[in-house]
């Protein structure tokens, strides 16, 4: 009778530690670890991470009135607009449970974007934003990726393709 209601329990036990490992201590080391190496950011909050405070970010910008501008960036992304603002160029922010990395300093995205090793994966983009790129730089990886950049590197360098292919 005791083993009956031993094993239930320890398994309960055993599943609230595994969910509070995952869903805290995780991300509050790796909040830690970045903050020690300068990367700073806005907290982490349990469970859901940053998505309340970029949700109610966006409500607010929408609800404003639109000026007739080039910029739209504050308004489009009114989370890393003000991130980066009180952050700096580097931050991360968490996207439930996963710390993202924002990296926006010229030679830091030049590092990310020659790396071959993948240590840094793009983010799969969602259907529509892949729908709207199509199969471009920003969506492609590996082999693929490098032919376009090379293309790509020779049409704003204005080289002719037929001298380097």
């Not at 603002?85 to 020659?114: D, Q, T």
């Amino acid at each position: 009778m005791e083993l009956v209601i031993l094993v239930p329990c320890s398994l309960l036990l055993i599943a609230l530690i595994k969910f509070l490992y995952d869903y805290l201590w995780v991300p509050l080391s790796i909040q830690h670890m970045l903050n020690s190496q300068g990367i700073k950011g806005p907290p982490y909050r349990f469970i859901h991470g940053n998505n309340k405070e970029i949700i109610k970010m966006r409500k607010e910008a929408m609800s404003k009135p639109k000026a007739l501008t080039h910029d739209i960036f504050a308004k489009t992304q009114p989370h890393m607009y003000s991130w980066i603002k009180k952050y700096g160029k580097n931050f991360v922010y968490w996207n439930g449970i996963r710390a993202e990395v924002v990296i926006s300093e010229p030679e830091l995205v030049k590092e990310v974007l020659k790396n071959s090793e993948n240590v840094f994966p793009k983010a799969k983009p969602s259907f529509y934003v892949s729908k709207l790129l199509g199969n471009g730089l920003a969506t492609i990886d590996g082999e693929k990726w490098v032919k376009h950049r090379k293309l790509t590197n020779y049409a704003f360098h204005g080289e002719s393709l037929k001298v380097k292919s």
